[in-house]
């Protein structure tokens, strides 16, 4: 089985401020990884995804993040916030193995950008 | 549709009654799933449908959750005798075949249950 961690369920930060969101991921198999984000009243959309090849990668929006496979980390980074970036984040795997691909979730965490 | 249709947005339903959660998925998107979201968690993987193959069902969490899948089209997922512990988020997602992880499931904006 899979479990996906988000340490953070809060996190506060001033506009213009760089902020990282942490997701370590616990699995016996290959996983693909995924950053979703929620803004509020709206439904989930993919921010980013890791499938292979490079451990860095990035959104249209300025976030990044990067596939740590010794660390089982895919922390969500971004250098300078806005107050548009307000939303909740959820951090996801889904197994390589199987053709079903459900989606396992962390608990998620609420950026909270303040002018 | 151009995205992912739940109906309705918000439900409120005594405990001990049934209630019906209705899901229109993308056109042509084979793959449907349903979660549940409680508050302050994240997300529950409830059913899997995957075109005419049985669903995979795994995630249900009693007798008293069930889903049906007309084709690749239209998923209600029905609670039964529902408890206040029912009380969360249902969101739906569909995918193109095998393709999720690669464009990313479309999210419908969920059905907020409450059971008072």
């Known amino acids: 089985a899979q479990s996906v961690t988000q340490l953070d369920s809060q996190v506060p930060v001033f506009e213009e401020a760089p902020v990282e969101l942490r997701c370590n991921y616990s699995?016996?198999?290959?996983?693909?990884l995924f950053w979703y984000v929620q803004y509020p009243n709206q439904g989930l959309q993919l921010l980013l995804k890791y499938l292979s090849g490079s451990t860095l990668v990035e959104s249209i929006n300025g976030f990044e993040a990067e596939f740590n496979k010794s660390q089982t980390s895919f922390h969500l980074r971004k250098p300078s916030v806005h107050i548009s970036d307000t939303a909740e984040y959820f951090c996801?795997?889904?197994?390589?193995?199987?053709?079903?691909?459900?989606?396992?979730f962390g608990s998620g965490t609420r950026l909270q950008v303040q002018p | 549709g151009a995205g992912v249709s739940q109906s309705p947005s918000n439900k409120v339903t005594e405990k001990g009654k049934d209630v019906e959660l209705r899901c229109d998925p993308i056109?042509?998107?084979?793959?449907l799933y349903w979660y549940r979201q409680r508050l302050g968690q994240g997300l529950e993987f409830l059913i899997y449908?995957?075109?005419?193959?049985?669903?995979?069902k795994s995630g249900l969490p009693s007798d008293r959750f069930s889903a049906e899948r007309t084709g690749e089209s239209v998923s209600t997922l029905t609670i039964q005798r529902t408890q206040q512990e029912d009380s969360a988020v249902y969101l739906c997602?569909?995918?193109?075949?095998?393709?999720?992880?690669?464009?990313?499931?479309?999210f419908g904006s969920g059905t907020r249950l409450t059971v008072v």
């Open positions: 699995s016996s198999v290959s996983v693909y």
């Open positions: 449908f995957q075109g005419n193959s049985a669903p995979d």
């Open positions: 056109s042509g998107h084979t793959a």
């Open positions: 997602a569909s995918s193109p075949p095998g393709q999720g992880e690669i464009y990313g499931y479309t």
């Open positions: 996801a795997v889904s197994r390589k193995d199987t053709g079903r691909r459900a989606l396992t």
